[in-house]
């Protein structure tokens, strides 16, 4: 079993910017697609981000696209989220999450179908 753990949330205000990490134990995560979701007060988790597992392909939502970049350290067993420019509306609980042998473009239709997450962080952008 792999064991995430997000780190980095925190309350900024509008058009600020934050670095979310989730560090992976339990398991090497090098074979695994990381992706990053998010649940906001009141609405379903939806997909933010996502990364294969070599760290060459990204998929992003077209709300966050251009503004926030995955990115990932298979010798550090980490993956980050840095969001730029944040919205009000980006305020959340930001999960990691992983997928075995999964593309990052997979992870875009796997909002309950990863193979583990984390706890989750939160997020929290005044306007």
């Known amino acids: 079993q792999a064991q995430l753990v997000e780190s980095g949330g925190g309350s900024v205000q509008a058009g600020g910017f934050l670095r979310l990490s989730c560090v992976a134990s339990?398991?090497?995560?090098?074979?695994?697609?990381m992706g990053w979701f998010r649940r906001a007060p009141g609405k379903e988790r939806e997909f933010v981000a996502a990364v294969s597992w070599d760290g060459g392909s990204t998929f992003y939502s077209k709300s966050v696209k251009g503004r926030f970049t995955i990115s990932r350290d298979n010798a550090e067993n980490t993956v980050y989220l840095e969001m730029n420019n944040l919205y009000p509306e980006d305020t959340a609980v930001y999960y990691c999450a992983a997928l075995r042998y999964g593309t990052a473009e997979a992870c875009g239709s796997k909002t309950y179908g990863m193979d583990y997450w984390g706890k989750g962080t939160l997020v929290t952008v005044s306007s």
């Open positions: 339990g398991r090497a995560m090098s074979s695994y697609a």
